[in-house]
């Protein structure tokens, strides 16, 4: 078998690390004011206190919330090696109640070496978890819930959520829930009798700072550097796009020089400019454009919930205001609407409403202001007034 390069192992060296989460993170999580420190501050109190508690973690896809809270979990595995056990659910996956708590079953029946049975009906499993965490609480061993996609679980009956919380207000549990959620309202999709039994805690998980950016970069002294690096976080401004922006730059690095350039960065904001949300509104009809222009208008008017009839009023008040061409009638719009999300350029703001017809249905736009304008650009026949527009907001 032929020896590695050095400089080959030095550059598989450096992806792996910018794949690792918890190598990146490990540089934030020294500041007492950060998130690292809270989230173990609350879970290590619950561990060495034997109280229950429960919180939120909130931020946009990429922020480092779970990436925090395994930093976390694997500290306190190290400092109290035989008195923490961690429950991993996911809404995507879990949001059935049926499926939850038999998932909570199956890791529990894992963790202390028990016999799972998989036919033990909903109430069984229930009772099971119950039992358990008055046998670890007697134990003093603590169990973490962690669920991620915490809004899922906030959907229907939420009995899962209620049945949990309730079984926590015993007075020998020992409990904490931690809820990832990339909605930064979740806490109020909760139902009332969910919400008392609920912490009012939530740490969110913010874009980082610059002082936060330049402590994992320190080569921003060229002018023509930091246009790139301004150029990219005003579409992506999560440490996870910039961790795939230097993973993309590392990896077109001359080997022979061993240094980064400049055109490597380059290169690398080109390939991630090219997404497909982008290449999708380049592919918009002139009428699709107008709808995403109008909802792109109702967030700029702090119009937290809209649906197709706001959105249509925003369309005709556009078309009354600059008495365009594009005027269209409301079935040609609705059929428009209906193809954007079936594009995943806009989606429904929660799966609720689905007794309710389109029209009527709370939604979201899914790119940013700087994808859209971005995009409108680049389209062939974006008309002038959109661009217009989108420029005063």
């Known amino acids: 078998m032929e020896k590695e390069e050095p400089a080959v192992k030095s550059l598989n060296l450096i992806r792996g690390r910018l794949c690792n989460p918890s190598f990146v993170f490990r540089s934030l999580s020294g500041s007492p004011d950060g998130n690292y420190s809270k989230l173990k501050f609350i879970i290590s109190s619950s561990v060495s206190e034997g109280c229950n508690n429960t919180i939120l973690l909130l931020g946009p896809r990429g922020s480092g919330k779970a990436a925090v809270f395994d930093l976390v979990v694997g500290d306190l595995l190290q400092e109290f090696p035989d008195s923490v056990s961690v429950i991993r659910l996911n809404g995507l996956l879990h949001s059935d109640d049926n499926c939850a708590f038999k998932e909570i079953a199956r890791q529990l029946c894992t963790e202390h070496h028990l016999l799972f049975s998989k036919m033990a009906s909903f109430d069984e499993n229930l009772q099971f978890m119950i039992a358990m965490l008055r046998e670890c609480g ?29 079984a926590m207000q015993s007075v020998t549990s020992q409990a904490v ?42 080569i921003t002294a060229d002018a023509r550097f930091k246009d790139i690096l301004e150029t990219f976080f005003n579409a992506n401004s999560t440490v996870n796009s910039l961790l795939k922006l230097l993973f993309s730059a590392v990896s077109s690095m001359d080997l022979n020089s061993g240094l980064l350039s400049l055109e490597n960065f380059k290169s690398a904001l080109s390939i991630m400019q090219r997404q497909t949300k982008l290449e999708a509104v380049r592919d918009c009809s002139v009428l699709e454009l107008y709808i995403l222009v109008c909802m792109k208008r109702l967030e700029a008017k702090e119009q937290s919930s809209y649906n197709f009839n706001s959105v249509m009023k925003e369309y005709k008040a556009i078309h009354d205001s600059f008495q365009t061409s594009d005027y269209y009638a409301r079935t040609v719009c609705l ?48 008309p002038a007034i959109l661009l217009k527009l989108l420029d005063h907001l």
């Not at 819930?145 to 949990?164: C, H, I, N, P, T």
């Not at 059929?335 to 806009?346: D, G, K, P, S």
């Not at 249905?361 to 389209?379: K, T």
């Open 177 to 218: 829930v931690v809820g990832i959620s990339s909605r930064l309202d979740a806490d109020q999709l909760l139902e009332k009798r969910v919400r008392s039994r609920f912490s009012n805690r939530k740490l969110l998980f913010l874009p980082p700072s610059k002082e936060e950016l330049d402590s994992l970069l320190k």
């Open 335 to 382: 059929r428009a609407f209906e193809h954007l999300l079936q594009r995943e350029l806009i989606c429904y703001a929660d799966n609720r409403g689905q007794a309710q017809t389109v029209e009527y249905r709370p939604a979201n736009l899914l790119i940013s202001a700087f994808e859209l304008h971005h995009g409108m650009r680049s389209h062939k026949c974006c």
């Open 138 to 166: 007697l134990a003093h061993k603590t169990i973490i819930f962690v669920l991620d996609e915490f809004d899922m679980f906030a959907q229907g009956k939420q009995r899962l959520l209620y049945s949990l919380l309730d």
